[in-house]
C-alpha cells in the first residue's frame, strides 16, 4: 500500500482567489493523478501528473485552470485557480503503482469549499 | 458510452445478511484491472478489492469477494454478514490503458445502508 497525505484538509476561499494543494506519498510511486469530487458526485480524473514534464489533462479541465506540478517521484500539486463557488468540491490525489496488481490508492482528499 | 456502469443508486440490507452491489464495465482492451472503493461520510475513499482482468480466481478480502463474470463484463460485489460500519458509498472502477498512461474510471457510485 502507499500512505499518502495531503495539505490542506479543508479551505473555504474568497471567490477570484487561487489554492495550491499538495499532496506527498511516502515512497516512490509510477503514477499520479488529481481527482474533484463535487457534492453528491462520483470522482472525475483532471488530470495525470507527470514527473518532470507538463501534466496530462482530461476533456474539459485546462493547464490555466487547474496548474499541476511533480517535481518527483512522491510529491505533486494542484492549483485552483481563479476560484468560483463551482470549484466548491472535494480533490483528492491519488497513485498508481504499475506492477503485476496495480492498485489504486487515495489520498484523504481536501475539502474546498467557495465562497 | 458509459465505461463503469452502477444501476442501483441506493441499496438496503439488513445487518449479518448478504448483499450484491452491481457493476458493469466497458473496454476493448485484454488488459484491464476493476477495483471497488467504500467512502463513508467522512469521503476518505476506502481501496476495498481488486480484480485483473487475467485472474482466473474471483478475488476476495476478508467479507469482500468480486464477482467476475468476464464474458458477461460485470464486476458485482458482494458484501457478506453486513456490519452497521458498512453503511457507505460503494464505487466500482476500471483501470485501462497502455503502459505508463493507465488511468482509472469511477462508476457513479451505489448508497448502501445497513439496517439493524
Known amino acids: 500500500s502507499a500512505v499518502i497525505s495531503q495539505k490542506p484538509s479543508r479551505d473555504i476561499c474568497q471567490r477570484g482567489t487561487s489554492l495550491t494543494i499538495q499532496c506527498q506519498v511516502d515512497?516512490?510511486?509510477?503514477?499520479m493523478f488529481w481527482y474533484r469530487q463535487q457534492p453528491g458526485q462520483s470522482l472525475t480524473l483532471i488530470a495525470t501528473?507527470?514527473?518532470?514534464?507538463?501534466?496530462?489533462?482530461e476533456s474539459g479541465f485546462v493547464i490555466d485552470k487547474f496548474p499541476i506540478s511533480r517535481p518527483n517521484l512522491t510529491f505533486s500539486t494542484l492549483t485552483v485557480s481563479n476560484m468560483s463557488p463551482e470549484d466548491s468540491s472535494i480533490y483528492l490525489c491519488?497513485?498508481?503503482?504499475?506492477?503485476?496488481?496495480?492498485?489504486?490508492?487515495f489520498g484523504p482528499g481536501t475539502r474546498l469549499t467557495v465562497l | 458510452a458509459q465505461k463503469i456502469t452502477q444501476t442501483q443508486p441506493g441499496m438496503f440490507v439488513q445487518e449479518k445478511e448478504a448483499v450484491t452491489l452491481d457493476c458493469t464495465y466497458d473496454?476493448?482492451?485484454?488488459?484491464?484491472?476493476l477495483f471497488w472503493y467504500k467512502q463513508p461520510s467522512s469521503g476518505e475513499m476506502i481501496f476495498l478489492i481488486y480484480?485483473?482482468?487475467?485472474?482466473?480466481q474471483n478475488a476476495t478480502e476478508g467479507r469482500y469477494s468480486l464477482n467476475f463474470q468476464k464474458a458477461r463484463k460485470s464486476a458485482n460485489l458482494v458484501i457478506s454478514a453486513s456490519q452497521l460500519g458498512d453503511s457507505a458509498m460503494y464505487f466500482c472502477?476500471?483501470?485501462?490503458?497502455?503502459?505508463?498512461?493507465?488511468?482509472?474510471?469511477f462508476g457513479t457510485g451505489t448508497k448502501l445502508q445497513v439496517i439493524p
Open positions: 491519488s497513485v498508481l503503482r504499475l506492477e503485476t496488481r496495480s492498485t489504486q490508492y
Open positions: 515512497s516512490q510511486v509510477t503514477m
Open positions: 501528473a507527470n514527473q518532470g514534464s507538463e501534466a496530462t489533462y
Open positions: 473496454t476493448s482492451d485484454q488488459s484491464y484491472g
Open positions: 480484480q485483473g482482468s487475467y485472474d482466473e
Open positions: 472502477a476500471m483501470r485501462e490503458g497502455p503502459g505508463g498512461y493507465q488511468k482509472v474510471t
